[in-house]
């Protein structure tokens, strides 16, 4: 990349990493569930460069995923619970053992935030940004960190049709490697994109394959989470129900994705 296009990278890496501060600081009033979820969002973005640059071996790339893994747990329980129902006692049986587990995760993204987010980490990262990732950026053409994002992508979304319309678990790993490819490709083009001639609509149909796998992945993770429910043995019969019913929609989400 020119001299100018890696500074105004940087600087939008760095802005990044800013954004990221703020919402991580709004995120342990727990007062709204989209701090955390953006504060994830910028991590995500993150790591996808440190990934692409083949940075993954830095302590501060380990340190992000240690973050990532933390602030996941907490978003993941935040959408199961916003979705679920209470219309039935099983239900509320349900909300309330997700209600449980998000208390504890939170505890532990707090105590996982006091531990590594400090003024020394801030000055770490920015020194890292600007210096081991910017060198690399100015050593390698845009155009070969989009072909690195679209061959990932192209090879997990090869990889899952294989087993589309096949059962077993081979199928659901499949379907999360493909999501994350999909969220390294699109990240990667919306970064690089002013710097290149990739067209908006490759923005937007990642974004819409990344819609319908995230989807996907929320009722996988809500049938899973209702198959380990231990509710008392007089409801178990219900709980049998509502797994067989995610799990036919399930089969249905994944049969009818698109990657048009």
Do not use: C
């Not at 329980?77 to 349900?94: A, M, N, R, T, Y």
């Not at 077993?168 to 999360?176: E, F």
């Amino acid at each position: 990349m020119n001299h100018r296009d890696v500074e105004n990278l940087t600087f939008e890496l760095l802005e990044t990493w800013s954004t990221f501060n703020h919402y991580a600081k709004e995120a342990q009033t727990f007062k709204n569930p989209e701090d955390v979820h953006q504060a994830r969002i910028r991590l995500r973005k993150l790591i996808t460069f440190a990934k692409l640059l083949d940075q993954t071996e830095e302590p501060i790339y380990l340190i992000w995923k240690r973050l990532m893994h933390a602030f996941g747990q907490v978003r993941d329980l935040d959408v199961q619970l916003s979705q679920q129902s209470v219309k039935s006692p099983i239900e509320q049986l349900f909300a309330e053992h997700l209600a449980l587990q998000l208390q504890g995760k939170r505890a532990t993204l707090i105590e996982t935030m006091h531990l590594l987010i400090s003024n020394e980490l801030d000055r770490s990262v920015r020194r890292f940004l600007a210096g081991p990732l910017t060198k690399q950026l100015k050593r390698i053409h845009e155009k070969e960190l989009l072909q690195t994002a679209e061959k990932r992508f192209d090879k997990k979304k090869l990889n899952y049709e294989k087993v589309q319309h096949k059962e077993g678990s081979k199928r659901i790993q499949m379907m999360h490697e493909l999501r994350l490819a999909t969220k390294f490709y699109r990240y990667t083009v919306e970064y690089l994109r002013p710097y290149t001639d990739v067209q908006k609509t490759t923005v937007d149909r990642l974004k819409r394959i990344q819609t319908q796998l995230g989807d996907v992945n929320d009722t996988y993770n809500r049938l899973e989470r209702w198959r380990l429910f231990s509710p008392p043995v007089a409801q178990e019969p219900d709980q049998a129900k509502e797994v067989a019913r995610l799990e036919r929609k399930l089969a249905k989400m994944l049969d009818q994705l698109s990657f048009a």
